[in-house]
């Protein structure tokens, strides 16, 4: 199975940028569709973002869409997290999780986004 792990988190200011990536063990990682979520302090975990396994379909929650970007480089095993334009309310821990579209059963433990005013 498949094991997650992220990093690329930290502070940013609002209007910044930061990259997150999600390295991937094993060697069928091409066949997963690979997704990120959130959760903030006191709320519910969110969609993100999610790609599938050729990285050729896409979708985003639209509280980021035009300023977040996934991708995946499969020849790494690993997939990114493009995020521009932070805001504060972007602020959460961010989990890249792997399954099937609409479905997610393996998680990473997660990277911490902190957007300053």
């Known amino acids: 199975q498949v094991q997650l792990v992220e990093s690329g988190g930290g502070l940013v200011q609002a209007g910044g940028s930061l990259k997150l990536s999600c390295a991937a063990s094993?060697?069928?990682?091409?066949?997963?569709?690979m997704a990120w979520f959130r959760q903030a302090p006191g709320k519910e975990r969110e969609f993100v973002a999610v790609s599938s396994g050729g990285g050729g379909r896409t979708s985003y929650a639209d509280s980021v869409k035009g300023r977040f970007t996934i991708s995946r480089d499969n020849s790494k095993n690993t997939m990114y997290l493009q995020m521009n334009s932070l805001k504060v309310e972007d602020t959460a821990v961010y989990y890249c999780?792997?399954?099937?579209?609409?479905?997610?059963?393996?998680w990473g433990q997660g990277t911490q986004v902190t957007v300053s005013s």
């Open positions: 094993g060697r069928t990682f091409s066949t997963y569709a």
């Open positions: 999780a792997a399954g099937v579209f609409g479905s997610f059963d393996v």
